[in-house]
């Protein structure tokens, strides 16, 4: 079965930090570019960052360069998303998607079920 399964969400003080993983299985996931993208209350979906398949090329939103770090490790078929100085405003269900940019992670018809992330004091 093809499936993404996100993890390490929770509840964090602003300030703080976290680090988000994407579980890959059933698909060769070391050939895919890769991105997180997140979805707070009430709005769109907004991607956050990607990856390309060989972790050569990494992009950043505006909104998260300088504080949230994407990697991956196609051995283990898992996508991490380090986020640093968290603030309300990163409040957000986060996904993982095929895709390395918006435009493609966005429309990307393998995302997983995401983890909630809360940021508040």
């Known amino acids: 079965e093809v499936q993404l399964v996100e993890s390490g969400g929770g509840l964090v003080q602003p300030g703080g930090s976290l680090r988000l993983s994407c579980v890959a299985s059933g698909f060769t996931f070391g050939i895919y570019d890769m991105s997180w993208v997140r979805q707070a209350p009430g709005k769109g979906s907004e991607w956050v960052s990607g990856?390309?398949?060989?972790?050569?090329?990494?992009f950043y939103a505006d909104s998260v360069k300088g504080r949230f770090t994407i990697y991956r490790d196609n051995a283990k078929k898992v996508l991490y998303l380090k986020m640093n100085s968290l603030n309300p405003e990163d409040t957000a269900v986060y996904y993982c998607?095929?895709?390395?940019?918006?435009?493609?992670?966005?429309?990307?018809?393998?995302r997983g079920q995401g983890t909630q992330v809360t940021v508040s004091s």
């Open positions: 990856i390309q398949s060989d972790g050569r090329s990494i």
């Open positions: 998607a095929t895709g390395v940019n918006a435009r493609d992670a966005l429309r990307s018809t393998l």
